[in-house]
Each structure stands twice: as structure tokens, then as C-alpha cells.
């Protein structure tokens, strides 16, 4: 289990970046560590990824805005009464042909039987 430290806000209240530490993760903070049995002691310890303050502000104002835009492209969403259901939407009849689509199909299947005749030796 990975221990929770507190450290210093890298963003203030108005959005600016405060100077700080940032954040240090070792490589055993990402996965278990039995993932980490063939990977020597030393190596577990010296291989440290660093993220800035400044950078940590950036990535946390790109997300807001993402949100933000994915927010107002959703548009009004209007909940239903909590005895409400919705209906089930009736079929809808297939849709006829016209007879134009309906001699180019026939067209097509009368082409096709003939092939499949013309290729098929048991058929003569």
C-alpha cells in the first residue's frame, strides 16, 4: 500500500501556479510490486518521474476547459418524473420499393441466376 503525503497546492484560488516541489512518483507507485521482481532495488528507486507545478497547473486548466466545452455541447438535458417511463417506439412498416429499384433488383437476381446456371456443370 502507497502512503498518502500532503504537500503544497500548486494552484492558487485565481488559477495561478504557485511555486513549489511539484510532484515525485517512483516507478513502484504505478503497478504492484510484484510486477517490479525482476527489476533490481536500485532501479525501482532511482527511476523518478517528475512533474512541476507549472506543469500540473497546465494539465489541470486543459482538463476544465475540455470539460467546459464537452459541458456546453451537451446542451439542456431534461430529466424525466420519477414515475415516468418511456414508451416503446412502435416498428415502422419496411419501406416499398419503387418500381424503378424494383426492375433493377429483378435485373440483378435474373443476371446472377444466370451466371450461377452457366458455372454450375451438374445444371446442363
Do not use: Y
Not at 485565481?14 to 503497478?31: I, R, Y
Not at 440483378?108 to 458455372?119: F, G, I, K, V
Amino acid at each position: 500500500m502507497v502512503g498518502v503525503q500532503e504537500v503544497d497546492p500548486f494552484r492558487a484560488d485565481d488559477g495561478t501556479t504557485v511555486q513549489g516541489h511539484g510532484l515525485s512518483l517512483q516507478l513502484c507507485d504505478f503497478a504492484p510490486r510484484t510486477c517490479f521482481t525482476n527489476v533490481a532495488q536500485n532501479t525501482q528507486s532511482m527511476t523518478v518521474v517528475r512533474i512541476t507545478c507549472t506543469q500540473l497547473s497546465s494539465f489541470l486548466h486543459d482538463a476544465e476547459t475540455r470539460d467546459e466545452i464537452k459541458r456546453a455541447q451537451q446542451g439542456a438535458q431534461i430529466g424525466l418524473p420519477p414515475n415516468c417511463r418511456k414508451r416503446r417506439r412502435e416498428t415502422a412498416p419496411p419501406e416499398a420499393l419503387s418500381p424503378r429499384k424494383e426492375a433493377k433488383f429483378a435485373k440483378c437476381e435474373a443476371e446472377e441466376r444466370a451466371r450461377s446456371e452457366a458455372q454450375d456443370t451438374s445444371w446442363r
